[in-house]
T-cell receptor
Framework: DTEVTQTPKHLVMGMTNKKSLKCEQH?????MYWYKQKAKKPPELMFV???????INESVPSRFSPECPNSSLLNLHLHALQPEDSALYLC??????????????????FGSGTRLTVV | QKEVEQDPGPLSVPEGAIVSLNCTYS??????FMWYRQYSRKGPELLMY????GNKEDGRFTAQVDKSSKYISLFIRDSQPSDSATYLC???????????FGGGTRVLVKP
């Protein structure tokens, strides 16, 4: 399995709702990431987990709360979001907080994303 | 000034032509260099990865890194309509735990 699986693919939520995005990988990668991508813009890093511990928080507002229950799963809990938070949320994983290596299957792999709309 | 600069395009080429993409950067600490392809409404797909300076070839794709000039390139030979996508360069420092992306170049390959 060389994929990062994200659910749901689409999510519409109100500003008072609480929802969660889920990400799963079974490549044995020990680093997992959340990125946010607005239309026609590159992805922007939000959080990095390394060996299930939060290692980087790019000054993300507290209405976004990440969680790494185990080495294969990464969640992003959402609460009281604003319409400007509407974006494609991408999960990624890599072997050891490294973006890629020469070994196959050891790369920095992105999921297909969750397209979030806040109304 | 952005850390990584990339021409947004669109770059339109006829089928079979060579597509030439490039990025410049300002942070001399970058050591890992990647190219991603992203189709509309999909996640980025890793195409090429290079560590430090040098060239790497994989099928129709060739990546070049010139650290002295802070310049990286991606060449796509025998381009196909299915290569139409946005191409993102990305790079990181030694820790490798944070990618800095260019803005992406939209490529259109016309049949």
């Amino acid at each position: 399995d060389t994929e990062v699986t994200q659910t749901p693919k689409h999510l519409v939520m109100g500003m008072t709702n609480k929802k969660s995005l889920k990400c799963e990988q079974h490549m044995g990668h020990r680093a997992m990431y959340w990125y946010k991508q607005k239309a026609k813009k590159p992805p922007e890093l939000m959080f990095v987990y390394s060996y299930e511990k939060l290692s980087i928080n790019e000054s993300v507002p507290s209405r976004f709360s990440p969680e790494c229950p185990n080495s294969s799963l990464l969640n992003l809990h959402l609460h009281a979001l604003q319409p400007e938070d509407s974006a494609l949320y991408l999960c990624a994983s890599s072997q050891k907080s490294r973006p890629a290596s020469s070994q196959s299957g050891d790369g920095y792999t992105f999921g297909s994303g969750t397209r979030l709309t806040v109304v | 000034q952005k850390e990584v600069e990339q021409d947004p395009g669109p770059l339109s080429v006829p089928e079979g032509a060579i597509v030439s993409l490039n990025c410049t950067y300002s942070n001399s600490a970058f050591q890992y260099f990647m190219w991603y392809r992203q189709y509309s409404r999909k996640g980025p797909e890793l195409l090429m990865y290079t560590y430090s300076s040098g060239n790497k070839e994989d099928g129709r794709f060739t990546a070049q890194v010139d650290k002295s000039s802070k310049y990286i390139s991606l060449f796509i030979r025998d381009s196909q309509p299915s290569d139409s996508a946005t191409y993102l360069c990305a790079m990181s420092g030694a820790a490798g735990n944070k990618l800095t992306f260019g803005g992406g170049t939209r490529v259109l390959v016309k049949p």
